[in-house]
């Protein structure tokens, strides 16, 4: 009897992921109907994105226990096999670090936001999941980090990868009322 409910967990699970992919696919679809170009597109999903982010940063500390990351690569290393893992489901790799430790790239072998798509011709400048760079950019600049997250790599448009370029800017002060430290 267990074992039958915990498959019938799993394909709740599996449900549950193709519904969220389905919905964002009918967001995505809905953004094109109402905005003239992609740009206009990207920049949406791009704010939407940062949205979650703002906002799903207090649930993912409360569910995840992690602490406060000292540097930029114990960061990288709690976004992809913690914070990846939690809501999506996957652990992309951590590459391509620049030498000053202030960027690296999240590759995707799976991006589960595009299962059963394929982007149109007249929308190849469309940044289908643009919405996970917003997400990234919201939660990070809620725990005091400015960053810069973009896609570089992009399986909908024939690479054979999907790779979120992440770059440290600066870390965000506290703005303390004048007089106080």
Not at 77 to 97: E, H, Q, R
Not at 109 to 138: K, M, T
Request: hydrophobic share 40%.
């Amino acid at each position: 009897m267990a074992r039958q409910g915990s498959r019938g967990g799993a394909e709740s699970k599996k449900m549950s992921s193709e519904l969220f992919t389905l919905t964002y696919g009918a967001l995505v679809t809905q953004l094109c109907k109402d905005y003239e170009n992609d740009e206009d597109v990207n920049k949406q999903l791009d704010k939407m994105g940062y949205n979650i982010g703002v906002r799903l940063v207090e649930d993912f500390l409360a569910r995840s226990n992690v602490g406060r990351c000292h540097d930029f690569r114990e960061t990288a290393d709690v976004i992809a096999k913690v914070a990846f893992k939690m809501y999506l489901g996957i652990t992309p790799s951590i590459t391509n670090w620049s030498p000053a430790g202030d960027e690296f790239s999240l590759i995707l072998e799976n991006n589960p936001l595009v299962d059963f798509v394929e982007l149109p011709d007249n929308h190849s400048s469309l940044i289908y999941s643009n919405l996970l760079c917003g997400v990234l950019r919201g939660a990070l600049e809620m725990v005091q980090m400015a960053v810069d997250v973009k896609f570089v790599q992009d399986t909908l448009k024939g690479d054979g990868v999907t790779e979120i370029r992440m770059k440290f800017i600066r870390r965000i002060e506290d703005n303390l009322p004048v007089g106080e430290e």
